[in-house]
T-cell receptor, first 112, second 116 residues
Framework: SQTIHQWPATLVQPVGSPLSLECTVE??????LYWYRQAAGRGLQLLFY??????ISSEVPQNLSASRPQDRQFILSSKKLLLSDSGFYLC???????????FGQGTRLTVV | AQSVAQPEDQVNVAEGNPLTVKCTYS??????LFWYVQYPNRGLQFLLK??????LVKGSYGFEAEFNKSQTSFHLKKPSALVSDSALYFC??????????????FGTGTQLKVEL
């Protein structure tokens, strides 16, 4: 079965600093990959998804970007963090249209 | 565009009683529906899904859900709740948009609290 690795688990960064969150997938190939943000422990907002290497779709305009340099690697980045970037970031993986998505354990980002 | 609604922010139930967490959906085409559970500071865990077939779907930890096409609902149920079921529950629907990456759209979540 698929396993999603996300790191770090928690991160405290000052405003204006860069960000790089990494997500790697095991147990599958050519998956669809997703970055979600969860604010205040509730609703999930889809930020980016990728259907293949180098292919990134952005769902909402924001201060963040994503990249997929390898088939099973998905990176979330920012050049300069804002306070509003604080939240719980979740990476997810899906293989096939009628399958469930698998989630990583998340990264709690606090921008101070 | 597809969407799901979870009308209850919180559901309280006594241990041993049946529980229901409500979800309604809106989607063009055939709905692919999912339920997930989230414990504090953790990722989402898959519980069950409806793709096609029987309207009553059985999943992990004794949970089940009933797909009702006429009411566009997919309520999560469990015959006897446990304190350990207390968590945040999300309903989701698959994006049917061509080229949409098969992404899932989630509801706002329902906090389930099971008390002794």
């Amino acid at each position: 079965s698929q396993t999603i690795h996300q790191w770090p688990a928690t991160l405290v960064q000052p405003v204006g600093s860069p960000l790089s969150l990494e997500c790697t997938v095991e147990g599958t190939s050519n998956p669809n990959l997703y970055w979600y943000r969860q604010a205040a422990g509730r609703g999930l907002q889809l930020l980016f998804y990728s259907v293949g290497i180098g292919q990134i779709s952005s769902e909402v305009p924001q201060n963040l970007s994503a990249s997929r340099p390898q088939d099973r690697q998905f990176i979330l980045s920012s050049k300069k963090l804002l306070l509003s970037d604080s939240g719980f970031y979740l990476c997810a993986c899906r293989r096939g249209s009628n399958t469930e998505a698998f989630f990583g354990q998340g990264t709690r980002l606090t921008v101070v | 565009a597809q969407s799901v609604a979870q009308p209850e922010d919180q559901v309280n139930v006594a241990e041993g009683n049946p529980l229901t967490v409500k979800c309604t959906y809106s989607v063009s085409g055939n709905p692919y529906l999912f339920w997930y559970v989230q414990y504090p500071n953790r990722g989402l865990q898959f519980l069950l899904k409806y793709i096609t077939g029987d309207n009553l779907v059985k999943g992990s930890y004794g949970f089940e859900a009933e797909f009702n096409k006429s009411q566009t609902s997919f309520h999560l149920k469990k015959p006897s709740a446990l304190v350990s079921d207390s968590a945040l529950y999300f309903c989701a629907v698959r994006d049917t948009t061509r080229g949409g990456g098969n992404k899932l759209t989630f509801g706002t979540g329902t906090q389930l609290k099971v008390e002794l």
